[in-house]
């Protein structure tokens, strides 16, 4: 029996989106296959959002001074690609909200006792 997971890295959906057949690349490099000769042409509009680790950062820098409100504004138009939010994947997102309520149950009881 062997197991698939197409899931291989976080990166997964910006390689995708960037045009990059990450998966594929794997698969190739395991069995041999010659890897298609690779060129960039052009800068990706895409930045990689994991909003739970960068709304964690934001605050940071902001509480730091290391960046300004106007900064991160600046910043809101570029594209996103989620890592862990998508319309049609949403089992890691299901996985991530039942770690995070996990983390704030726990948490929330020791300070109770």
């Not at 976080?10 to 045009?19: A, H, I, P, S, Y």
């Not at 770690?99 to 006792?113: E, G, N």
């Amino acid at each position: 029996m062997i197991e698939v997971n197409v899931r291989t890295t976080n990166l997964n959906e910006l390689l995708r989106k960037v045009g990059i057949n990450f998966p594929y690349l794997g698969y190739a490099e395991a069995v041999g296959l010659p890897l298609p000769p690779y060129k960039q042409i052009q800068t990706q509009p895409y930045v990689f959002w994991y909003m739970y680790e960068d709304i964690l950062a934001i605050i940071h820098y902001i509480s730091k001074k290391q960046l300004t409100f106007k900064d991160i504004l600046q910043t809101w138009h570029l594209k996103k690609v989620e890592s862990i939010f998508n319309i049609k994947d949403m089992k890691p997102f299901y996985r991530f909200i039942k770690l995070l309520l996990t983390k704030m149950a726990k948490s929330l009881l020791r300070r109770i006792r």
